[in-house]
């Protein structure tokens, strides 16, 4: 065994690494940017060294630096987690040049999986099932239209190198090809530095569902069961779960045999997972392999009870597979979520910021957090902005499921907007619940997860107990004379019929609310209706009495603006206005700008000033956090300036365009 690594990554993979290698004894040499100076993964290491800018270009895709440090460290191997250099063949052979070890797949299996295209004509050659579709090396757009007519719609465009949901593109007509093919291509070379694609036959609602395999220096291959990652957003996991609820024991028997079958066709060493598409009537198709650990290793690790960082350490170092095919036990059920900072009603842009208050449950029984933050990190616009994994285990998957509400209702997230409550409408959504959803229904359904989908924006009542809430959390302020009625801020008069007026701003709506009353017992005025509270008491952020007569508990937490309501189900955020607005006198022009949504770099700028532009017309494309980002033009009119060009870095809310009549 080694008894030293590197560490070519950050963020939570690096902390889950340096945990296990912790455990083996083994001492660990983190790598770091400069945005990640203070980073959770350079704390925890045993020594951390600097490998430049910010930017992932300029440090953690640095693969000769990274030896460098390596070499001069006394590291022995190399472990690159996922992402950056992870599936990259030419580092994992400059690793082995180096005398040192890639804690991964040989190279050579990696160059045969790095191009879909080649992989999928490798694994129809070994008998795997493969979807209908074009891999050849003729990428001009007239050839590539020609298959794409052939194969027939609706088909998908998938850039052959890289992973992600990045460079992919579903076509649903020949109108529609040449525009997406030219995005995806733009997006794969931006992503993977590579823009040849491929075409395959689009399956209509299909299961997505994963085998991880291992496999040693001695020959042997085998499986671990499956994941089923069919909740999807944008071809992202947003769910993923093991085992499946689809499977029945013949498809997982037949889709584990393929998997090693896959494996073996390319002497597979290390983990990997085998990716298929399921269709409803159970036919499966080999979609990749990819070439490293995944990031929902850990539902597999609950139910087997794995260490699977473990099993790549010893597999790298040169030992046999710890367990056989006939010794892989599968018990109980779990299921992993990603929390985010990001904004699912703003179509899910990703956030940074400082996180001013992060509450996870850590110590809650079967549930498992797997983070590279702490409260007083900061999430940077430089990398995924991922905050923390949650994965929980239970007997079956209603009790998984049932503790994953629990764990989702225990977070608490401020700074940058995160997807919590659209997890907790997830998974209680009856598509989730039932074990349902297919990997297209997110995208076809998704007002049903955000926003109002309950209408909770109209709810008065919900206003009415933030209301109180806030009057009882004033009440509870010290007052400077606490026997004087006058100091007290419970909304107590002298002939008890005062009201204090309140403004709040629910979803998009913008409220205005009056209430009355004092010591627990309030009635609550928004229109013409009127909520009744009786007993109201707010202590240790939880809210407690009868409205309208019903008992009822919320959790409270309020910051200096915000209010955010549990109900035990779903969290509902309220924020707390002025009483009076002042109008800003530039928001007669607030459709005249088009301004950068979050900072990033401009990658393409189709228009020009003197243009004429109709309301959804692309002016600008953007590039941040590994996303693109197209910026329309808001009505109808002519541009008037463009103050940016290709290339150009430019910071959250820049005005990069603006309009006139």
């Avoid at 599968?330 to 842009?349: K, M, N, Q, T």
Wanted: hydrophobic share 40%.
């Amino acid at each position: 065994m080694f008894d030293k690594i590197l560490i070519a990554n950050r963020g939570e993979i690096a902390c889950r690494i340096i945990r296990t290698a912790r455990r083996l004894g083994i001492r660990t040499v983190a790598v770091y940017s400069e945005a990640d100076a203070n980073a959770q993964h350079v704390r925890q290491a045993d020594e951390a060294w600097p490998i430049g800018g910010s930017r992932p270009q300029e440090s953690y895709l640095r693969g000769e630096v990274i030896l460098d440090v390596a070499r001069r460290s006394g590291a022995q191997a190399i472990h690159p987690g996922y992402g950056f250099l992870s599936e990259n063949a030419d580092f994992a052979d400059a690793v082995e040049a180096a005398g040192l070890v890639f804690i991964g797949p040989r190279a050579a299996s990696m160059r045969k999986m790095g191009s879909k295209a080649g992989a999928k004509e490798l694994m129809q050659a070994a008998g795997v099932p493969v979807v209908p579709g074009y891999t050849g090396e003729d990428q001009t757009p007239a050839r590539l239209q020609q298959e794409a007519d052939r194969i027939g719609y609706p088909l998908m465009i998938k850039a052959a190198h890289g992973g992600g949901g990045k460079g992919m593109r579903i076509v649903r007509s020949q109108a529609e090809f040449l525009p997406n093919l030219e995005s995806c291509q733009r997006e794969a070379a931006n992503a993977f530095g590579r823009d040849r694609v491929l075409l395959e036959r689009y399956i209509e609602k299909p299961r997505h569902i994963e085998i991880q395999i291992f496999g040693d220096a001695h020959g042997q291959v085998i499986h671990l069961n499956e994941r089923e990652c069919s909740a999807q957003r944008r071809y992202q996991k947003v769910l993923e779960e093991s085992p499946s609820p689809f499977l029945t024991p013949e498809l997982r028997q037949a889709m584990g045999a393929a998997a090693v079958a896959a494996g073996r066709a390319i002497d597979y060493q290390n983990a990997g997972t085998v990716e298929f598409i399921v269709g409803q009537d159970g036919q499966f198709y080999f979609m990749e392999i990819n070439t490293r650990l995944q990031v929902e290793h850990p539902v597999t690790e609950l139910v087997t009870g794995l260490d699977l960082v473990e099993w790549q350490l010893r597999v790298a170092a040169g030992e046999k597979l710890p367990r056989s095919q006939q010794h892989i036990y599968s018990h109980g059920h779990a299921i992993e979520v990603r929390l985010y900072a990001e904004d699912p009603e703003a179509g899910f842009l990703p956030g940074s910021g400082k996180l001013t208050r992060l509450a996870l449950p850590e110590f809650m029984p079967d549930v498992r957090i797997d983070s590279g933050v702490v409260e007083g990190d900061t999430v940077t616009i430089f990398y995924d902005p991922m905050i923390a994994k949650l994965i929980v285990y239970g007997q079956d998957r209603r009790q998984a499921l049932v503790r994953l509400g629990a764990a989702l209702a225990a977070c608490d997230i401020e700074g940058p907007k995160s997807n919590i409550g659209f997890l907790e409408r997830l998974i209680r959504h009856p598509a989730v619940v039932n074990g349902e959803i297919d990997t297209g229904y997110l995208d076809r359904h998704l007002h049903e997860f955000i926003g109002n989908a309950h209408n909770h924006a109209a709810d008065t009542r919900l206003r009415a107990i933030a209301a109180v809430a806030l009057r009882l959390q004033e009440a509870s302020t010290p007052a400077r004379q606490a026997t004087s009625p006058w100091e007290i801020a419970d909304g107590w008069r002298l002939d008890g019929r005062g009201a204090s007026p309140l403004r709040l701003q629910h979803g998009k709506a913008d409220i205005r609310l009056a209430i009355a009353g004092h010591n627990g017992d309030y009635q609550v005025t928004e229109g013409e209706t009127s909520t009744r509270f009786a007993g109201m008491r707010l202590e240790g952020g939880v809210l407690t009495g009868r409205i309208d007569g019903q008992a009822q508990r919320f959790e409270v937490r309020m910051t200096a603006d915000n209010i955010t309501l549990h109900d035990g189900e779903r969290r509902h955020l309220l924020t707390r206005l002025p009483l009076h607005r002042l109008e800003d006198e530039a928001d007669s022009h607030a459709d005249d700008r088009i301004r950068a949504p979050m900072p990033g770099r401009v990658v393409l700028v189709p228009s020009r000033p003197g243009q004429k532009v109709q309301a959804g017309d692309t002016v600008l494309v953007m590039e941040a956090m590994k996303m693109e980002l197209v910026l329309k033009a808001p009505r109808d009119g002519v541009l008037a300036e463009l103050r940016v060009k290709e290339g150009e870095f430019v910071e959250a809310d820049a005005v990069l365009a603006t309009l006139e009549a």
